[in-house]
Nanobody
Framework: QVQLVESGGGLVQAGGSLRLSCAAS????????MGWFRQAPGKEREFVTS????????YYVDSVKGRFTISRDNAKNTLYLQMNSLKPEDTAVYYC??????????????????WGQGTQVTVSS
């Protein structure tokens, strides 16, 4: 089992940048596919990006390609999301999640086993 804690959210103007972090407890962080999801008010939780256990493979939703970068440091048990060129439509609560199922291409939240509590990202226009 792994516990996840996100940080780094905040208020930023459109065009700005933020870096989210997700600290994981336990010794098995490197075994998990990790992902970032987001949920805006009144909307369903949506997939943003994911990364394989060793960081070799990544996958992004089209709306963030070229702007967001996912990475991980297994030695520090930490997942990152660098968000550049932020837009008002990126405003949401961002969640990190861990999957035991082994595929970086899973976009369904139901295929992720562990979740953080979320961190709010607000982009003003």
């Amino acid at each position: 089992q792994v516990q996840l804690v996100e940080s780094g959210g905040g208020l930023v103007q459109a065009g700005g940048s933020l870096r989210l972090s997700c600290a994981a407890s336990g010794r098995t962080f490197s075994r998990y596919v990790m992902g970032w999801f987001r949920q805006a008010p009144g909307k369903e939780r949506e997939f943003v990006t994911s990364i394989s256990w060793n960081g070799g493979n990544t996958y992004y939703v089209d709306s963030v390609k070229g702007r967001f970068t996912i990475s991980r440091d297994n030695a520090k048990n930490t997942l990152y999301l660098q968000m550049n060129s932020l837009k008002p439509e990126d405003t949401a609560v961002y969640y990190c999640a861990a999957s035991t199922r082994g595929s970086v291409y899973y976009r369904d939240p139901g295929l992720y086993d562990y979740w953080g509590q979320g961190t709010q990202v607000t982009v003003s226009s």
